[in-house]
């Protein structure tokens, strides 16, 4: 299956940095980091395939197909060397990418996703996999809201929840189950320790599908890290914590500039 030319933006100036978003959204659910990033990286994100305004293609496409759609990105985009950051299933995205075309990354962050997987937590991602296959995926939208959204956010924001969700039904019901098992079935522990790229691991304390106990393994397994855990939220930290995330990918990118030692770090709880 050949890549395909994604739709992406261009916004900022500075080191190129490429996001890579998750399952059923697009290049907006990055809206709440643009205003920091802008300022420090030329910023570009994209729609992965069968998202947003990105062309179709077959289902049953897998995580290669995702990781040479996004050196596409990159080569059109017209840039060498990025730092590149993805949130969930595009957490497992950027490290297969950085595992491919290491040459072509400064640093990486994974953000809310998922490695070493218990039995356990295998089976109960699997579980929300087969409720949507056997109900549908719009039958399935509170258990997302609930797994991705705090309490409080929901009562607070829900016109940004809203939005989400409505994201979610508009993306093609085949696509968001090809990506959802990607995400379910992709297992990075065997290989993360082969990442040579500098990496910021970076999850809520209350993310029931990528919790602080398996980013913790992440980040070991990782030869140059840092862990982050960020208090209380849940999966949408882009959403409900994007201007603090976003602060934790430029100090972390000016961190592992040449001009600073590269060192391992200790969970951090801003």
Same mark, same amino acid.
């Given at each position: ?15 190129p ?11 907006s659910?990055w809206r709440?980091?643009?205003p ?6 030329k ?5 992965l395939r069968?998202h947003?305004q990105?062309?179709?293609s ?10 040479d759609?996004l050196?596409l990105? =990159?080569?059109?985009s017209g ?5 590149f950051?993805?949130h ?12 491919k ?9 994974l953000l809310?996703?998922?490695?070493g997987?218990?039995v356990d937590d295998?089976i109960k991602?699997w579980?929300?996999v087969?409720a949507?296959? =056997? ?10 809201t609930?797994?991705w959204f705090?309490?409080e956010f929901i ?8 939005? =989400?969700?409505?994201?979610?039904v ?16 992709t297992e ?6 082969e990442?040579t790229?500098p990496?910021l691991?970076l ?5 029931g599908?990528?919790?602080p106990r ?5 980040s070991?397994?990782?030869p140059?890290?840092?862990l982050v855990?960020?208090?209380r ?6 959403l409900?914590a ?15 500039k040449?001009d600073?030692?590269?060192q391992?770090?200790?969970?951090e709880?801003?």
């Amino acid at each position: 299956m050949t890549a395909i030319e994604c739709e992406f933006s261009i916004e900022g100036q500075g080191e190129p940095l490429i996001l890579i978003h998750g399952i059923g959204a697009d290049r907006s659910i990055w809206r709440f980091m643009m205003p920091t990033l802008r300022e420090h990286f030329k910023v570009i994100s994209y729609d992965l395939r069968n998202h947003g305004q990105s062309p179709m293609s077959a289902v049953n496409f897998g995580l290669d197909e995702l990781v040479d759609d996004l050196e596409l990105v =990159r080569q059109r985009s017209g840039v060498d060397k990025a730092h590149f950051a993805g949130h969930s299933l595009g957490g497992m995205i950027g490290p297969a990418y950085a595992r491919k075309y290491p040459d072509f990354v400064k640093s990486l962050g994974l953000l809310s996703t998922a490695a070493g997987r218990t039995v356990d937590d295998s089976i109960k991602v699997w579980k929300v996999v087969r409720a949507m296959e =056997r109900e549908g995926v719009v039958n399935v939208l509170k258990t997302l809201t609930n797994r991705w959204f705090t309490d409080e956010f929901i009562k607070q924001h829900p016109e940004i929840v809203d939005v =989400r969700l409505k994201q979610v039904v508009e993306t093609d019901a085949e696509s968001f189950l090809n990506v959802f098992r990607i995400y379910a079935g992709t297992e990075m522990m065997p290989w993360l320790h082969e990442i040579t790229a500098p990496a910021l691991v970076l999850t809520g304390e209350n993310d029931g599908g990528c919790n602080p106990r398996l980013n913790r393994m992440i980040s070991d397994q990782l030869p140059d890290s840092k862990l982050v855990i960020l208090p209380r939220l849940k999966h949408s930290i882009l959403l409900e914590a994007g201007p603090t995330v976003a602060e934790h990918i430029v100090d972390f990118a000016a961190s592992r500039k040449p001009d600073h030692p590269a060192q391992s770090s200790h969970p951090e709880l801003p």
